[in-house]
T-cell receptor
Framework: AQKVTQAQTEISVVEKEDVTLDCVYE???????LFWYKQPPSGELVFLIR??????QNEISGRYSWNFQKSTSSFNFTITASQVVDSAVYFC????????????FGTGTSLTVIP | EAQVTQNPRYLITVTGKKLTVTCSQN?????MSWYRQDPGLGLRQIYY???????DKGDVPEGYKVSRKEKRNFPLILESPSPNQTSLYFC??????????????FGDGTRLSIL
């Protein structure tokens, strides 16, 4: 079974629209860590955010915001007023410290922002 | 400059010819990891290491070997490469703070083609 599910394979939005990328996870750990990474067309992987399971506060960083809901095992990512530079593949990931610190990535969501 | 360095960046080789992809980090990170990225499958962890002489299998270890003789280096070895190992490979490293992973720093990737 997939530990991290990103059901949206591809999303296209017009510039300045808001867009939410979904991430649903499955874990047997009580303490775990969730991450989002961005992979622009140039191919490098860029860290965006890390959240531990005890911190359910939503976070905002500029145009980016994250909504963590333990009750639904979701860690969704919203980009407000999208820009062409946001076009990339976005990955959600899970780490379970009590089970060896293995990392699980989702299959990624490819976001295209149309000018 | 803090970085994870992978070599080579590109390699085309033939089935059965042993190859090694090197990975080195200069950040004194305990945790190092190898991933492969394939279309539609996201990043899948091959092997990871939480410290010198400690290695663990990830989700797709078959056909690969690793070693961690020094903290900074974590080479990926394909003893007898096959075409299904054609992929984009990433090495990553991170601190282990307390029990959990800090954000991973990724290398630039190695594109391997096995003919």
């Amino acid at each position: 079974a997939q530990k991290v599910t990103q059901a949206q394979t591809e999303i296209s939005v017009v510039e300045k629209e808001d867009v939410t990328l979904d991430c649903v996870y499955e874990t047997r750990d009580t303490t775990y860590y969730l991450f989002w990474y961005k992979q622009p067309p140039s191919g490098e992987l860029v860290f965006l955010i890390r959240r531990n399971s005890f911190d359910e506060q939503n976070e905002i960083s500029g145009r980016y915001s994250w909504n963590f809901q333990k009750s639904t095992s979701s860690f969704n990512f919203t980009i407000t007023a999208s820009q062409v530079v946001d076009s990339a593949v976005y990955f959600c990931a899970l780490s379970e410290p009590d089970f060896g610190n293995q990392f699980y990535f989702g299959t990624g969501t490819s976001l295209t922002v149309i000018p | 400059e803090a970085q994870v360095t992978q070599n080579p960046r590109y390699l085309i080789t033939v089935t059965g010819k042993k190859l090694t992809v090197t990975c080195s980090q200069n950040m004194n990170h305990e945790y190092m990891s190898w991933y492969r990225q394939d279309p539609g499958l996201g990043l899948r962890q091959i092997y990871y290491s939480m410290n010198v002489e400690v290695t663990d299998k990830g989700d797709v270890p078959e056909g690969y070997k690793v070693s961690r003789k020094e903290k900074r280096n974590f080479p990926l070895i394909l003893e007898s490469p096959s075409p299904n190992q054609t992929s984009l490979y990433f090495c990553a490293s991170s601190l282990l703070a307390g029990r959990g992973n800090q954000p991973q720093h990724f290398g630039d990737g190695t594109r391997l083609s096995i003919l």
